[in-house]
């Protein structure tokens, strides 16, 4: 399979170039030449179909030639370990957990199977040593630091905006030690993604080392959210209803995923991208104006993003078409007020303990269901509670049980480095 930078001034890519590049050299974002289609008959028999089946069919045709077919399946299998139960929550709401892997928050996935995919290249070629170089708003940090942890002739750097992480999210990430670092920077999380994409820009960076990115710009991390929308779907297809499928965002690379699947033919009937007051994209729907903001802090902070990477792909996917993206996306925003008020609704009426994101969801979902109350809607869990443990204890007054693999980080001491601006990166990429 091919890639090709959006940005049309790189050469096209192979699927291990592109991931070992991370993004084009023209600054553009990788997008496969070819978009595959599943037959009808893939959905028919979906039910009693494995998840991890299902995931190599989904995923194969965008790996071809790039890595055999038993070596991905192995991936495949080990990225997948863990649960992703769907909960129902009221008639027509339930949630499906993408927690419940080793560091609480869906960006597990993603993070396992690059990090599984880099190695995999390394071993063909152990000559090239690589730097992961990721800027993380929160959970992103901690899932990539665990995936990648130890994984040989992988050096990964770590950028978070100091101050605006939970305190579990910044264990997670300055806890690891190993290969991985964490760099603690005076600032928001764009300027720690912009820090990050001048790198890949900086020669004399380059020329030094082979960096890559673990943000869901890069596409090993970006494709394999793809399998959530087809355990969603596989899970409720026995509804007999529309699917709809809200997800909490911010650099919208798993909503972008769930379009993808959608348009290698899962019968999704619609996506709400749901966000906080970082709102480019719903207001995007609502104008036909793209207009990227200053990113403000929420207490729903891995969605604090005023530029979302993947909103081109979006693009991309729909051919450029307003009216046909607007046919298969709503969006909404909601403050965080009304965020609070969601996990307390939530709560009282299901029981149910969500976190801020899922939250965020959660209103969306209804927002969209006001006017299509003959739908089955589902909101992705995108972390574990306990990873905003402050805003979810005070806002429901109840203790959250801390999962016994937290525990650990927990106690564990905090390692980073305070940098204040690129300069300080680039100092410490190249000493
Ligand atoms: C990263 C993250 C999001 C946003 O996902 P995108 O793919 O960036 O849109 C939402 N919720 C949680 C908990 C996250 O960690």
Same mark, same amino acid.
């Given at each position: ?275 906080? /007051?970082?709102?480019? *994209? $719903?207001?995007? #729907?609502?104008?036909?104006?793209? !207009?990227?903001? %200053? @990113? ?101 007054? /109840?203790?959250?049980? *801390? $999962?016994?693999? #937290?525990?650990?980080?927990?106690? !564990?001491?905090? %390692? @980073? ?15």
């Amino acid at each position: 399979m091919i890639y090709n930078s959006l940005n049309n001034k790189s050469e096209p890519a192979k699927f291990e170039e592109a991931v070992v590049r991370g993004i084009a050299p023209d600054r553009g974002l990788y997008f496969p030449e070819k978009i595959h289609r599943l037959p009808d008959s893939f959905f028919e028999n979906i039910e009693s179909k494995s998840i991890p089946d299902i995931a190599y069919d989904a995923i194969a045709p965008f790996l071809e030639g790039s890595i055999p077919e038993l070596e991905l399946k192995k991936i495949i299998s080990e990225t997948l370990d863990f649960e992703f139960p769907v909960i129902p929550i009221h008639d027509n709401i339930g949630t499906l957990e993408l927690f419940q892997g080793p560091t609480l928050a869906f960006k597990d996935v993603g993070a396992r199977f690059m990090a599984r995919c880099l190695g995999y290249f390394n071993k063909e070629n152990s000559s090239q040593k690589v730097t992961v170089l990721v800027a993380t708003s929160g959970d992103t940090g901690g899932a990539v630091a665990n995936g990648f942890l130890g994984v040989s002739g992988i050096e990964v750097v770590i950028l978070y905006p100091k101050g605006k992480v939970s305190k579990v999210q910044e264990q997670q990430l300055t806890t690891l030690g190993q290969n991985i670092t964490a760099l603690e920077v005076n600032g928001t999380f764009d300027d720690c993604q912009d820090m990050v994409k001048t790198a890949f820009l900086d020669q004399e960076i380059t020329t030094q080392k082979q960096l890559t990115s673990a943000n869901s710009i890069n596409v090993a991390r970006w494709l394999p959210q793809m399998f959530y929308y087809f355990i969603a779907y596989r899970e409720l297809k026995k509804h007999n209803k529309p699917l709809v499928i809200s997800v909490p965002s911010g650099n919208f690379g798993n909503i972008c995923a769930g379009l993808m699947a959608h348009q290698i033919g899962l019968p999704i009937d619609h996506f709400v991208a749901s966000t906080n /007051i970082n709102d480019v *994209v $719903p207001d995007y #729907l609502k104008t036909g104006v793209y !207009k990227p903001i %200053k @990113s403000s802090p929420t207490i729903s902070n891995a969605m604090d993003v005023g530029d979302p990477s993947n909103f081109i792909r979006i693009l991309k996917i729909f051919g450029n078409n307003f009216e046909n993206l607007k046919e298969m996306l709503s969006g909404y925003r909601y403050t965080d007020e009304e965020t609070r008020v969601a996990l307390k609704e939530i709560h009282q009426t299901s029981g149910y303990v969500a976190d801020p994101h899922g939250a965020v969801g959660y209103l969306g979902l209804k927002d969209y269901l006001k006017n299509h109350p003959n739908k089955y809607g589902i909101f992705l869990e995108t972390a574990h509670p306990v990873k905003f443990l402050d805003t979810v204890e005070e806002t429901l007054d /109840i203790k959250v049980e *801390v $999962p016994e693999r #937290l525990q650990e980080t927990l106690s !564990k001491t905090k %390692k @980073s480095i305070e940098i204040n601006d690129y300069q300080g990166l680039k100092k410490f990429l190249i000493h």
